[in-house]
T-cell receptor
Framework: LAKTTQPISMDSYEGQEVNITCSHN???????ITWYQQFPSQGPRFIIQ???TKVTNEVASLFIPADRKSSTLSLPRVSLSDTAVYYC??????????FGAGTTVTVRA | DADVTQTPRNRITKTGKRIMLECSQT?????MYWYRQDPGLGLRLIYY???????NKGEISDGYSVSRQAQAKFSLSLESAIPNQTALYFC?????????????FGPGTRLLVL
């Protein structure tokens, strides 16, 4: 599994856009980038996955530059309910997912 | 996600007691996992199973055992509970998918060992 590095925490206010960058310098050719979200006292939840360029769904956008050594999860117009821990994972059909400490995003009113 | 359920949701037990945490899924997935999460830390894999006849140790299996009774059921047992097994336990199932595996987690079981 490629090692990932992401900020420990980020603060934001309601209505703002939150961007979380994950570094993965050792990403392999076959690896995909996946983000999970975990609310307090709940299990992680898959939110988005991508390989290159940009992926968007109803929850977030994922931006991946051409060299794929980093990726940015973008949460548009956050609300208080977006307060959670966000995990960046990199791999290719690896059952041994590696959830590190993640990034704790705190949204304030 | 109601597709993966865990029982009990909360449990208090005493040192030395044997307890079982149960997980059921209706997603039809072959792969199932047990993780533990300690405050401020990520998830650590305890055991995983790729099908009913397959059981594998994860990174922290000591002090734990599992049983895969059916495709839909995967139980975790603490043979003799100790205080440092106090944690939040998650069961997950997975869909191999086309690219990176996606795991679906249960709501968790909060365990306190006194």
């Amino acid at each position: 599994l490629a090692k990932t590095t992401q900020p420990i925490s980020m603060d934001s206010y309601e209505g703002q856009e939150v961007n979380i960058t994950c570094s993965h310098n050792n990403i392999a050719t076959n690896d995909y980038i996946t983000w999970y979200q975990q609310f307090p006292s709940q299990g992680p939840r898959f939110i988005i996955q991508g390989y290159k360029t940009k992926v968007t769904n109803e929850v977030a956008s994922l931006f991946i530059p051409a060299d794929r050594k980093s990726s940015t999860l973008s949460l548009p117009r956050v609300s208080l309910s977006d307060t959670a821990v966000y995990y960046c994972l990199v791999g290719a059909n690896d059952y041994k997912l590696s959830f590190g400490a993640g990034t704790t995003v705190t949204v304030r009113a | 996600d109601a597709d993966v359920t865990q029982t009990p949701r909360n449990r208090i037990t005493k040192t030395g007691k044997r307890i079982m945490l149960e997980c059921s899924q209706t997603k039809g997935h072959d792969r199932m996992y047990w993780y533990r999460q300690d405050p401020g830390l990520g998830l650590r894999l305890i055991y995983y199973s790729f099908d009913v006849k397959d059981i594998n140790k994860g990174e922290i299996s000591d002090g734990y055992s599992v049983s895969r009774q059916a495709q839909a059921k995967f139980s975790l047992s603490l043979e003799s509970a100790i205080p440092n097994q106090t944690a939040l336990y998650f069961c997950a199932t997975s869909d191999l998918g086309q690219h990176q595996e996606t795991q679906y987690f249960g709501p968790g079981t909060r365990l306190l060992v006194l």
